[in-house]
């Protein structure tokens, strides 16, 4: 088994949504970003590639290329499953949080669940999407940005 674990944040900017684990889900701002801005499946990939030791996102999505200028993160997402299964490996399962103010995340959970297992191979029963906030202090706390965390584990595959 491998473990690896991930971490993404993004300002919050112009915009009437952001997307969360492959989902818009509405609210008073959108993120500035290069993609999609997906915190939840950037911290995902960096979680996958990390235990794969195959460096982080930015190393397979450069910002600086152009290809991935509002890019649809899952594209990444799919990418890390590949990775993933070309070094044997299938996901054991994974734990997602992310730290907001708004947007609430828990009516979105389980849409996000299910496309995040789609993309990985998975069950959306192996993955924990849930949020907390950050009681009013720092970015977060302030509504400036968003952010998370994700945990991987994976097994051999057929194990």
Same mark, same amino acid.
């Given at each position: 088994m491998r473990i690896g674990q991930g971490f993404d944040v993004h300002a919050f900017g112009p915009g009437d949504h952001v997307v969360l684990g492959g989902v818009n889900v509405p609210h008073s701002q959108g993120v500035v970003a290069h993609s999609d801005g997906d915190v939840v499946i950037h911290a995902l990939c960096d979680a996958v590639l990390g235990a794969l030791a195959l460096g982080d996102i930015g190393k397979h999505f450069p910002p600086?290329?152009?290809r991935w200028r509002g890019a649809d993160s899952r594209v990444f997402l799919r990418h890390c499953a590949q990775l993933m299964a070309q070094a044997g490996y299938a996901l054991g399962n994974a734990d997602v949080t992310v730290v907001a103010e708004r947007p609430k995340v828990g009516p979105h959970a389980q849409?996000? =669940?299910?496309?995040?297992? +789609?993309?990985?191979g998975a069950s959306p029963d192996d993955i924990s999407v849930k949020a907390t906030?950050?009681?009013r202090l720092g970015f977060?706390? =302030?509504?400036?940005?968003? +952010?998370?965390m994700a945990v991987v584990l994976l097994r051999k595959a057929g194990a």
């Amino acid at each position: 088994m491998r473990i690896g674990q991930g971490f993404d944040v993004h300002a919050f900017g112009p915009g009437d949504h952001v997307v969360l684990g492959g989902v818009n889900v509405p609210h008073s701002q959108g993120v500035v970003a290069h993609s999609d801005g997906d915190v939840v499946i950037h911290a995902l990939c960096d979680a996958v590639l990390g235990a794969l030791a195959l460096g982080d996102i930015g190393k397979h999505f450069p910002p600086s290329d152009e290809r991935w200028r509002g890019a649809d993160s899952r594209v990444f997402l799919r990418h890390c499953a590949q990775l993933m299964a070309q070094a044997g490996y299938a996901l054991g399962n994974a734990d997602v949080t992310v730290v907001a103010e708004r947007p609430k995340v828990g009516p979105h959970a389980q849409a996000m =669940r299910e496309l995040l297992a +789609a993309d990985l191979g998975a069950s959306p029963d192996d993955i924990s999407v849930k949020a907390t906030t950050s009681e009013r202090l720092g970015f977060t706390g =302030r509504g400036e940005g968003i +952010a998370a965390m994700a945990v991987v584990l994976l097994r051999k595959a057929g194990a």
